[in-house]
């Protein structure tokens, strides 16, 4: 369901809709170009923070802000290649990256290499460690945050210093 809660499990977004929908105006904060309609900033309803996008016929005059960019030229093909980086970063094995991405490798030593839950859980940390030490940085330059779920995960470690 676009632009609100979801109350009941719902089937995942098909990957058009989700770029055109959701990932590209998050990343750029215009909804891209698709005829008959030019592109267009992402109008939004203010209330309930951090907002909910508008949509449907005179969205632009019932919006009260608009979306501004937070990463543009991002993509998703962009956060894979970045996921793989920071595996490679943290030292983890080909056959668990590879398993994540997605791929298979058809090599005759990858027919031999299994994913064993001890790779898992040296990977599980690495990410934990990075996730934490991000929380950490945004906490120094504000121990708070508008975003509901940003500010629950700030509050305790601003608690603890």
Not at 3 to 15: K, L, N, T
Not at 105 to 113: I, V
Request: proline share 9%.
């Amino acid at each position: 369901m676009r632009g609100g809660a979801v109350s009941e499990h719902v089937a995942h977004w098909r990957r058009n809709s989700f770029a055109t929908w959701l990932f590209t105006p998050a990343v750029s904060g215009w909804y891209p170009k698709k005829a008959p309609q030019e592109a267009r900033p992402v109008p939004l309803l203010g209330e309930p923070w951090p907002g909910v996008p508008a949509r449907g016929r005179g969205a632009s005059d019932r919006a009260d802000a608009c979306w501004l960019p937070i990463a543009k030229g991002l993509t998703p093909q962009g956060l894979r290649h970045t996921h793989r980086t920071v595996m490679e970063d943290l030292g983890t094995e080909k056959v668990l990256m590879d398993d994540r991405m997605g791929h298979i490798d058809g090599s005759l030593s990858a027919r031999y290499a299994h994913v064993t839950p001890c790779m898992r859980k040296r990977l599980m940390l690495g990410l934990t460690e990075q996730w934490e030490a991000a929380l950490s940085a945004r906490l120094l330059i504000c121990p708070e945050s508008p975003v509901g779920v940003l500010n629950d995960l700030l509050r305790p470690r601003h608690q603890g210093r």
